[in-house]
């Protein structure tokens, strides 16, 4: 059975092109910079937004017309696999993405649960081994059951820790038996609603130990992947641990655990936490632990996490020269974790969703490519920075002065400091100028 028949396979027909079924600017075999398109993206599809979403939010039910509507329960599920690879391969991207309760319905007790994750990991392995399609990484849901209302590894009820603690052991068996790159945890519900009743050091520590045991658990069954944490700032809880990639790097640096984790950054927690998506990759980045990204943008005008499909060209751009500058993103890639608007209800606004931001991650790519070329950025930095190249400034970089000696530099001085202009508006204009010229 085809569950987008109407839809053709996704082809690259060109910017020139007025089908609206066809990449303008992703063209996986176009070499850049030494690569092709399709192994610098590493593109993925998230299974929960595309394939379990139904279009709901706070104030109305489900709006989306889907094919697969009418079944329930496991057959449910069963269906979903056979859509998931049929769009999959429709839109030729290599990956896709899942928590572990979106691909099968829960049971009446945590064995039921993992008989019906049994089933339909089956089927998926199947189908991934005749598609040449795979997993990315998967995760836990450990958010969405009221067991978690407190939680999961912060709660504050030790058995939920213990149900927790097993979800995420089978979650880590998945990844070996689908060949997962990386594992990823989002931590939903691990944070706090208020001080007042919250014992946020135990908390820690708790989130900590958990951690570790899933690193002992992973290297015991031969898990190879990347472990990737995926900070969010608030939403549900007021406050989450993870609330920035710096929070995030400093938790793993102090609980011992950075050598075992890198980061999955998503564009629109990194605007709910006060950044740009940029901001996040650079401090990634400059701690060596950029990992993977999840691709979307939230609308500025609205406080939460909208989770829209990216077409802001200027920042997917500056997004792709961070991850370029990072050598690319490893094991990792670019997760759609994007959902089509609750109006754009029907089964081939799915397709015009995504190849919207593959193209503009495409175009992204290319724009990024050429500021590197040119050492755009890199030019304007050591200009900046040159006073630290030579005289006082090396001795400050290279550690051969102390505040005596500054002191006694500054004293000497005429006491006027020239600096120079930033020129920042000049710059976004030349941006600009590389932007829309590929």
Not at 48 to 70: M, Q
Not at 158 to 164: L, N, Q, S
Not at 237 to 264: C, P, R, V
Not at 417 to 429: P, Y
Request: with cysteine; net charge negative; hydrophobic share 40%.
């Amino acid at each position: 059975m085809s569950y987008f028949q109407s839809v053709p396979a996704i082809a690259y027909e060109g910017r020139e092109s007025k089908n609206p079924f066809a990449y303008k600017h992703y063209n996986k075999s176009e070499v850049v910079l030494g690569k092709t398109q399709e192994e610098h993206l590493r593109l993925a599809v998230a299974y929960w937004h595309t394939l379990t979403a139904g279009g709901s939010d706070p104030f109305g039910t489900d709006t989306a017309i889907r094919p697969w509507s009418s079944y329930s329960g496991l057959d449910l599920a069963k269906v979903r696999v056979e859509a998931a690879f049929e769009f999959l391969e429709k839109l030729g991207v290599p990956y896709f993405c899942f928590h572990d309760r979106d691909i099968a319905p829960e049971g009446d007790t945590l064995k039921e649960t993992n008989e019906n994750l049994d089933v339909i990991i089956g089927l998926m392995k199947d189908r991934m081994q005749s598609s040449g399609v795979k997993l990315l990484w998967n995760t836990a849901n450990m958010f969405s059951n009221p067991r978690f209302v407190h939680g999961a590894a912060t709660t504050s009820n030790a058995e939920v820790y213990a149900y927790a603690a097993a979800q995420v052991k089978k979650g880590l068996e998945t990844a070996v038996e689908l060949g997962a790159e990386n594992y990823v945890f989002w931590g939903g519900r691990e944070g706090y609603e208020s001080l007042l009743n919250t014992n946020l050091g135990l908390e820690l520590d708790n989130l900590a130990r958990f951690y570790h045991m899933a690193v002992d658990y992973a290297r015991e069954i031969g898990f190879t992947g990347q472990f990737l944490i995926e900070p969010k700032p608030k939403e549900p809880t007021k406050h989450q641990y993870d609330f920035d990639a710096a929070t995030s790097i400093a938790f793993l640096q102090k609980y011992g655990l950075e050598k075992h984790f890198k980061l999955n950054l998503e564009a629109n927690h990194a605007t709910l936490a006060g950044h740009t998506f940029e901001h996040e990759l650079r401090v990634a980045r400059t701690n060596g632990m950029l990992g993977s990204i999840d691709a979307n943008q939230g609308d500025l005008l609205l406080g939460w996490d909208t989770d829209e499909f990216p077409t802001d060209l200027y920042a997917v751009t500056l997004a792709m020269y961070e991850i370029l500058q990072n050598g690319g993103l490893g094991s990792g890639g670019v997760n759609f974790d994007a959902k089509v608007r609750r109006s754009s209800f029907e089964p081939e606004d799915l397709f015009h969703a995504h190849i919207a931001g593959i193209d503009t991650f495409a175009r992204g790519l290319k724009a990024a490519a050429k500021l590197t070329q040119d050492g755009f950025f890199e030019q304007l930095v050591k200009d900046r920075y040159s006073t630290f190249e030579s005289g006082i400034g090396l001795e400050i970089v290279s550690g051969t002065t102390d505040f005596r000696k500054l002191e006694q530099y500054a004293l000497a001085q005429d006491g006027v400091i020239r600096n120079k202009s930033s020129q920042l508006e000049r710059i976004k204009s030349q941006l600009n100028d590389y932007i829309f010229s590929v």
